[in-house]
């Protein structure tokens, strides 16, 4: 097998990452953790800024600055590369003064062996930034941090803004207090996290693949002059609206609201349902096991010379057995009326016929 060439490196890393801002656009666009609902963030994609980094994405409540490389060597990213290839430039991106919290990531398609570093950032973080940063780090402590040789954690933070380049500790400390390392990511992985949003958007799934392509050349364009975008105006250019995507959101919370009042109306009381809770066998499955005995003869036709009766989900009888959907009287009204001496059924019964819903 022919190894890849400088040029067919140089295609991949563009790809991936413009794969990696369009999936930070479109998946952020959407905010659910608001107790009003879903509702649309403002979402700010900055391709090839100059101030630093791939790529800026920002909302009201987050700047993030995105460092994208692949690994061509195979081997495992380690502190000092790290240092020396990847912070300089994140290191520009850092503001004196920040308006929003800010995180500085390395997102590449290469293993990673930084622990060291990793460790560092996250005790950075929990910390302020302190007058004299490098005053502040302990230096009792001679086996801290582990960079070649043992290191106490100002030796190590020394160290790392040294091969960094870096000259202010403290700019340096708001960097690693903001940095985040994403490894083995994949375009496999980014492409199928984009195309589940944009399945919510499209007219037809087989759609999805050419939208996404349009999208990809649309911000690959915006990259050749450092542009900005918005990711809902991102998506309108391609004919896709960001409000479908909020109304398929919110459509699990309406039919959620809609099936409340209805029972309500209906009288259901949940203490009285004598089903079983159906069991979830993965995203939209729900199964319900029905024995043998109860398995219906014919799916087309309903038995209604017993009490459970017999809905057929199509006309088609090599539909699967689990297709079938039993109805049974279990939402109960009123006390149930005692049967006639001779075995007869009153006229009326104080029960409703509850169906329980499947997906097949």
């Known amino acids: 097998m022919t190894a890849p060439t400088g040029g067919q490196f140089c295609v991949t890393g563009?790809?991936?990452?413009?794969?990696v801002g369009l999936e930070r656009g479109v998946t952020v666009v959407i905010d659910r953790t608001g107790q009003a609902g879903p509702a649309l963030v403002a979402v700010t994609m900055?391709?090839?800024?100059?101030?630093?980094?791939?790529?800026?994405?920002?909302?009201?409540?987050?700047?993030?600055?995105?460092?994208?490389?692949?690994?061509?060597?195979?081997?495992?990213?380690?502190?000092?590369?790290?240092?020396?290839?990847?912070?300089?430039?994140?290191l520009k991106a850092v503001r004196d003064v920040e308006d929003r919290p800010t995180r500085y990531r390395l997102v590449t398609d290469g293993?990673?062996?930084?622990?060291?570093?990793?460790?560092?950032?996250?005790?950075?973080?929990?910390?302020?930034?302190?007058d004299d940063a490098l005053?502040?780090?302990?230096?009792?402590?001679?086996?801290?941090f582990k960079y070649g040789a043992w290191m106490s954690e100002r030796g190590y933070f020394r160290a790392l803004m040294q091969r960094a380049?870096?000259?202010?500790?403290?700019r340096f400390w708001r960097l690693l207090a903001g940095l985040e390392i994403e490894g083995?990511?994949?375009?496999?992985?980014?492409?199928?996290?984009?195309d589940a949003v944009l399945g919510e958007i499209v007219d037809a799934e087989e759609d999805v693949p050419a939208r996404r392509?349009?999208?990809?050349?649309?911000?690959?364009?915006?990259?050749?002059?450092?542009?900005?975008?918005?990711?809902?105006?991102?998506?309108?250019?391609?004919?896709?609206?960001?409000?479908?995507?909020?109304?398929?959101?919110?459509?699990?919370?309406?039919?959620?609201?809609?099936?409340?009042?209805d029972l309500a109306t209906l009288g259901y009381e949940a203490r009285h349902d004598v089903r079983e809770t159906p069991r979830h066998a993965g995203r939209d499955l729900l199964l319900i096991d029905l024995p043998p005995a109860e398995w219906p003869r014919d799916y087309d036709s309903l038995d209604h010379e017993r009490d459970d009766e017999w809905r057929a989900r199509s006309?088609?009888?090599k539909r699967l057995l689990a297709s079938c959907v039993k109805l049974r009287s279990c939402w109960r009204r009123g006390p149930r009326q005692q049967r006639r001496v001779d075995g007869s059924r009153p006229a009326s019964r104080h029960t409703i016929a509850g169906a329980r819903n499947m997906a097949a």
């Open 184 to 194: 083995d990511l994949t375009q496999q992985y980014l492409t199928a996290r984009i």
């Open 213 to 261: 392509h349009e999208l990809l050349n649309r911000m690959a364009d915006l990259a050749q002059h450092g542009g900005s975008i918005t990711a809902a105006s991102l998506l309108e250019l391609a004919g896709l609206p960001v409000s479908r995507l909020l109304h398929a959101r919110r459509l699990p919370q309406l039919v959620q609201e809609r099936l409340e009042r």
């Open 14 to 19: 563009l790809v991936l990452q413009m794969l």
């Open 315 to 317: 006309t088609s009888r």
């Open 135 to 144: 005053a502040a780090l302990d230096d009792d402590q001679g086996k801290a």
């Open 111 to 130: 293993s990673l062996n930084c622990g060291e570093l990793v460790k560092l950032a996250a005790r950075l973080r929990k910390r302020e930034l302190p």
């Open 46 to 90: 900055r391709l090839e800024p100059p101030s630093g980094g791939d790529q800026i994405t920002e909302t009201p409540t987050l700047r993030l600055v995105e460092q994208v490389k692949i690994r061509t060597n195979g081997k495992p990213w380690t502190a000092g590369e790290i240092a020396g290839e990847v912070l300089p430039d994140l």
């Open 165 to 170: 380049g870096a000259t202010d500790p403290a």
